[in-house]
């Protein structure tokens, strides 16, 4: 079954503790990225790959970090977790669906508590 | 930059009722635009799309035509179930150097009671 997998579904964890959120997709897409979702701002993207060792910035980077390392894995690290940090994670892969547009297949989603 | 607006909800129907969310959007070039759902617990997934001017998608009874000369792509279904309860959003693509982004709006919640 195609899929787009994150864990943890749920963490709870304390201001500055390192934590990594895991996603992995089997539909060897390219493109990956991680969004925030928050109340009444819709859906956010944090940061992109393109492709393996090609990352970028999204719109709301601050904070976060990634790594692409293999095609089917995208990690999202957050090296000193902060409350503002306290959100709805999700991570989708893309594919192409013609004139460099794309659709994209996102996981079940992170829900994130910074205390 | 390119920006999604979406009514604001939440809307409540009852069941068979008529829903319309409107969207419309902000964006250079030609965009694909798109509704996701989103039900409870549960991640986003594709409603439909449309990828150019005139275009209809349809899926599960809901509609939407992607108008370029008013920069929308209003969701439609004319008689909504309880099972339609979620929380839904209108995006787009602009494809080119921002191949694989998506812009979302804010999210329209959705409950219908029996």
């Known amino acids: 079954e195609a899929q787009v997998t994150q864990n943890p579904r749920y963490l709870i964890t304390v201001t500055g503790k390192k934590l990594t959120v895991t996603c992995s997709q089997n539909?060897?897409?390219?493109?990956m990225s991680w969004y925030r979702q928050d109340p009444g701002l819709g859906l956010r993207q944090i940061y992109y790959?393109?492709?393996?060792?090609?990352?970028d910035k999204g719109d709301v980077p601050e904070g976060y970090k990634v790594s692409r390392k293999e095609k089917r894995n995208f990690p999202l690290i957050l090296e000193s977790p902060s409350p503002n940090q306290t959100s709805l994670y999700f991570c989708?892969?893309?594919?192409?669906?013609?004139?460099?547009?794309?659709?994209?297949?996102f996981g079940q989603g992170t829900r994130l508590t910074v205390v | 930059g390119d920006s999604v607006t979406q009514m604001e909800g939440p809307v409540t129907l009852s069941e068979e009722a008529c829903l319309t969310i409107n969207c419309t959007y902000t964006a250079t070039g030609y965009p694909s635009l798109f509704w996701y759902v989103q039900y409870p617990g549960e991640g986003l997934q594709l409603l439909l799309k449309?990828?150019?001017?005139?275009d209809k998608g349809s899926n599960k009874g809901f509609e939407a035509t992607y108008r370029k000369e008013t920069t929308s792509f209003h969701l439609e279904k004319g008689s909504v179930q309880v099972s339609d309860s979620a929380v839904y959003f209108c995006a787009l693509n602009a494809g080119g150097t921002s191949y694989g982004k998506l812009t979302f709006g804010q999210g329209t919640i959705l409950t219908v009671h029996p």
């Open positions: 449309a990828t150019k001017a005139d």
């Open positions: 790959s393109m492709n393996v060792e090609v990352t």
């Open positions: 989708a892969s893309s594919r192409v669906i013609g004139q460099g547009a794309s659709e994209a297949f």
């Open positions: 539909m060897n897409h390219e493109y």
